[in-house]
């Protein structure tokens, strides 16, 4: 097969092929963390992810200069294709680093701080489905993302990280991490949303600027 686009790294397979699909989505994963400038694909792993802020449940959340590293190791748990819709499901283990500014109330427990922060997820499985139409270009089909959703559910745990919780107070500084550390499951439901969407949004758009480039025909096998 020629891949005149520069998509040699990527094996088409046929839509009902299901261990293919997940084994060349499998291939592709370190390959797209790299960023492939060619196709003005940025680099994924390590993701910079500029500033988060968001308001909900009484917390007021500021992300800032973000580093997210982990992505590379991503594991490709399903890619299923069924007319317009793709799903796509992956498990992460990420680490995230940044500053932060948090106040307010982290479930029941008051929380302030300002600083340097770092969040690590382990097992992390996002489920993304794709809704996918095509385009013609030089007499070529090429897909192109119309919209997508994610869920995402952390499997073995979540451990926070903030530094200079309460102006430096150790006391109430260790008391909010052994509780958000103990109860990492419903903090990760309260803090992460907003930053998990902002990791994904990365990945989609990055990831699927390959389908403005490489036609249908390099992709599947009809």
Known sequence: MNNSSGSSF?????EEDLPCLKASAQEA?????????SMGIATLDPMHVDRVKTMQAGLLMDFRNTSVTGLKHCKVLMLKRH??????????SVTMVGDYTLGGKLLIMPINGDGRYAIKIRDI?????????????????????????????????VHFRFKNLFNGNQELSDAVHNFANSNWRDIFHEVAPPIVKAIVSKIVSESTKLFDKVPIKELVIE
């Open 10 to 14: 990527i094996t088409p397979c046929r």
């Open 83 to 92: 007319g317009p819709l793709t799903n796509l499901d992956l498990k992460c």
């Open 29 to 37: 994963v370190p390959i797209l963390a790299a960023g492939i400038p």
């Open 125 to 157: 499985v996002v489920k993304i489905q794709f809704h996918i139409g095509q385009k013609t270009r030089d007499g070529d089909q090429y897909w192109v993302v119309e919209s997508w959703k994610h869920t995402s559910e952390v499997e073995k745990g």
